[in-house]
């Protein structure tokens, strides 16, 4: 699904845009002030350093995009001896599985496919970010349940490749009069292909041995809608993830004056909700007393136009 470009564009924008935010760490004191917590060690593994291969900008967005396109995200909560929580390592959403024990536990078991070990976690050891989800414990499968969308604009791009590789023109049939050996048809056939399709040999003069006619089939990109079919395509994928079309790229229905209301929709409707998602589970996991409170800073994102401020 990556591979479509419309797929890529929405999951980089939302899990670039979620990664990029400020996030902040509070605590509230009896009165109901609310001040930053910047000693505690987890705001510095949100802010900073997650672990010592990623940046906390690069491990959101590796959360996210996981989430986006598998449905789950899963990062294991590791402490160090004292109990404190040293460090987040995500994992690789299609090789973690959900157990719910007879005790009504729930737990992870996650295999290392390179060495094909078995780790088993319990739950609050594990950072689990969820999209849609029908019963509350797993996210859907948002490729596997829009496959045919997805597969269609694949279909979409190969078609375009295919048409251009054959010189930006259809096929068609070689005529001649008389009966031809399997053999014979398959040499005129391959040295047809060889001299005369692909963009580099377009407009080339042909050369057709006796009385050979060379008879177009008539077409063409306009009459297969081609274009259109590739714009509607790409909206509904964007309306798959809640992306406005303009941050993808596509500026059809963008103008001077709505793409900065566009953009406030995109935060509220598309990066909200995801927003939320973060900050519930971290202080669900990383704080059970809920005496501190994760919180992004979306006041850059929603400024609102010159006029307005």
Same mark, same amino acid.
């Given at each position: ?14 899990? *670039? ?67 404190? @929580? ?88 070689? *005529? ?40 177009? @089939? ?31 790229? @596509? ?59």
């Amino acid at each position: 699904a990556m591979q479509l470009t419309a797929v890529r564009a929405c999951v980089k924008a939302i899990s *670039e845009d979620v990664g990029t935010v400020p996030l902040h760490l509070f605590i509230e004191d009896s009165k109901g002030n609310r001040k930053r917590a910047e000693n505690r060690p987890e705001y510095n593994l949100l802010r900073r350093r997650p672990n010592p291969h990623m940046t906390a900008c690069v491990f959101r967005q590796i959360m996210t995009a996981n989430c986006l396109l598998w449905g789950n995200a899963y990062a294991e909560i590791v402490y160090n001896g004292a109990g404190k @929580i040293q460090a987040l390592w995500p994992m690789l959403p299609q090789f973690v599985r959900m157990e719910m024990m007879p005790s009504g536990t729930l737990r992870y078991v996650s295999t290392n496919p390179i060495t094909g070990q078995t780790k088993v976690l319990l739950s609050d050891d594990v950072i689990h970010l969820k999209d849609m989800s029908m019963d509350g414990y797993a996210g859907l499968y948002t490729i596997r349940h829009h496959r045919t969308a997805i597969g269609l604009g694949l279909a979409l791009e190969n078609f375009g490749l295919y048409y251009f590789l054959n010189g930006s023109r259809p096929g068609g049939v070689l *005529e001649m009069v008389g009966k031809m050996t399997p053999e014979a048809q398959e040499r005129i056939r391959t040295s047809w292909h060889a001299m005369y399709t692909g963009p580099r040999n377009t407009n080339r003069v042909a050369i057709l041995e006796e009385g050979m006619k060379f008879n177009p @089939i008539a077409i063409n990109n306009d009459n297969a809608q081609y274009i259109d079919s590739r714009k509607l395509q790409a909206d509904e994928i964007a309306r798959l993830f809640r992306v406005p079309p303009h941050v993808i790229g @596509i500026l059809e229905k963008a103008t001077f004056s709505n793409i900065e209301h566009q953009s406030l929709d995109y935060v509220k409707s598309c990066l909200r909700p995801w927003f939320v998602r973060w900050e519930e589970e971290l202080n669900c996991k990383l704080f059970p007393g809920y005496e501190y409170t994760f919180e992004h800073d979306e006041d850059g994102l929603l400024r609102g136009d010159f006029a307005t401020r």
